[in-house]
Nanobody, 115 residues
Framework: QVQLVESGGGLVQAGGSLRLSCAASGRLFSINDMGWYRQAPGKQRELVATITSSERTNYADSVKGRFTISRDNAKNTVYLQMNSLKPEDTAIYYC?????????WGQGTQVTVSS
C-alpha cells in the first residue's frame, strides 16, 4: 500500500503564489513518474505537470512559464510551485505517483484563486 499526503493548498489572490507538496510513503520500492493533476467544478480532471525519474518535465500549455514541478527522491516528495496564479487555476489539485507496484492518487488539496 502507498500513501500520498498533500499539503500547501489554500486561498490566494490573483497574481499570488502557492507551493504544493506531496509526500509518498509505504510500499514504494521504485517511483517512476510523479505528477500533479487538477479538477475544477464541472470539468474533467486534467494534467498539470509531470516529472520522470530522470527529472524530465512536462506541462500543460495553460501553466507553462508559471508553474514548476520538482521532486526530492530522498524524501519521496514531489512539489508544484505555482506563480502568477489566475482565477482559472482554481481547482482541486491531485498528486499522482507511479511506482513498480501501481499508480496512486492523493486525496486532493483545494486551491482557490480570487480575482
Amino acid at each position: 500500500q502507498v500513501q500520498l499526503v498533500e499539503s500547501g493548498g489554500g486561498l490566494v489572490q490573483a497574481g499570488g503564489s502557492l507551493r504544493l507538496s506531496c509526500a509518498a510513503s509505504g510500499r514504494l520500492f521504485s517511483i517512476n513518474d510523479m505528477g500533479w493533476y487538477r479538477q475544477a467544478p464541472g470539468k474533467q480532471r486534467e494534467l498539470v505537470a509531470t516529472i520522470t525519474s530522470s527529472e524530465r518535465t512536462n506541462y500543460a500549455d495553460s501553466v507553462k512559464g508559471r508553474f514548476t514541478i520538482s521532486r526530492d527522491n530522498a524524501k519521496n516528495t514531489v512539489y508544484l510551485q505555482m506563480n502568477s496564479l489566475k482565477p482559472e487555476d482554481t481547482a482541486i489539485y491531485y498528486c499522482n505517483v507511479n511506482t513498480y507496484f501501481g499508480n496512486y492518487w492523493g486525496q486532493g488539496t483545494q486551491v482557490t484563486v480570487s480575482s
